[in-house]
Nanobody, 122 residues
Framework: VQLQASGGGLVQAGGSLRLSCAAN????????MAWFRQAPGKEREFVAA????????RYADSVKGRFTISRDKGWNTVFLQMNSLKPEDTAVYYC????????????????WGQGTQVTVSS
């Protein structure tokens, strides 16, 4: 059971990158999926999420209108298209499975990828 994130790199401000998260060893077709990021010296923060069917998405305010989360038809790969990148987007980006806990209204993240570095130069 592994999530493999890829697609990070170095890009100039205003540029674009597309991150991928592939699930191995298990079908995650019924899982919601999410992207998080962690910048040096900062806590990990939520970036975006998509439900199992791909019909519902959520975004952090800081990336709305610039990032787009999607998943392939087989539902085992999730993408994060990042446009109009800013230096403050520099971070290690992680993908994770997401469960919605109806009793509490909270989300739970059980499986995580290893992270991919995104660096945006000014």
């Amino acid at each position: 059971v592994q999530l493999q994130a890829s697609g990070g790199g170095l890009v100039q401000a205003g540029g674009s990158l597309r991150l991928s998260c592939a699930a191995n060893g298990r079908t995650f077709s019924r899982y919601n999926m999410a992207w998080f990021r962690q910048a040096p010296g900062k806590e990990r923060e939520f970036v975006a999420a998509i439900n199992w069917s791909g019909r519902t998405t959520r975004y952090a305010d800081s990336v709305k209108g610039r990032f787009t989360i999607s998943r392939d038809k087989g539902w085992n790969t999730v993408f994060l298209q990042m446009n109009s990148l800013k230096p403050e987007d520099t971070a290690v980006y992680y993908c994770a499975t997401e469960d919605y806990l109806r009793d509490s209204g909270n989300y739970e993240y059980d499986y995580w990828g290893q992270g991919t570095q995104v660096t945006v130069s000014s």
